[in-house]
């Protein structure tokens, strides 16, 4: 069965998520193996798991930023996405990058403002923000033809 399912990413360019990402159309393009991942064991192969080409990325950011930069960022800094690495994925992470929306604050203190000072601009009533979200989450969902949405948190931890 061909599917297509969402993942909406919270804290989309922060690092986990941001390598998540890159591993992810990594393995679709087949630059890095598939060794170390338990979805490749026999043990789930009649489990008829999602494949990584299934998958299309979306998802809320504070900062001014997206897939590309953030992983440029996160190779300078540790070395683990490669120039081979980022080359390979690029057209996928600006792909993916389409599918940013700004994200929300509410009471994230100092840590959070000094990383995304504008964020706090963008305020709004709860109901408000809410209301956002789930616009953000369907327009997603509608503009790709998903079957599902899965939403994984991997905001800061502030």
């Known amino acids: 069965m061909e599917r297509k399912l969402g993942v909406w990413i919270v804290g989309a360019c922060g690092s986990v998520a941001t390598c998540a990402v890159v591993g992810a159309e990594s393995l679709r393009a087949g630059v890095i193996p598939t060794s170390g991942l338990v979805t490749e064991l026999s043990d789930f192969k ?12 979306g998802g809320h950011e504070i900062r001014k930023v997206d ?6 960022e996160f190779g300078r800094e540790n070395g683990v996405i490669t120039p081979p690495i980022l080359q390979a994925v690029r057209p996928a992470l600006e792909r993916h990058s389409k599918n940013l929306r700004p994200g929300v604050t509410l009471n994230s ?3 959070v403002a000094s990383i995304a000072p504008d964020a706090a601009e963008r305020r709004s ?3 408000g923000m809410v209301d956002q979200i789930k616009k953000d989450i369907a327009e997603f969902k509608s503009n790709h033809a998903l079957d599902r949405v899965v939403v994984v948190h991997l905001t800061s931890a502030e």
């Open 109 to 111: 203190g100092a840590g």
């Open 46 to 57: 009649d489990l008829n798991l999602v494949r990584f080409d299934q998958l299309v990325f």
């Open 67 to 72: 897939w590309v930069a953030a992983a440029e």
């Open 125 to 127: 009533s709860l109901r």
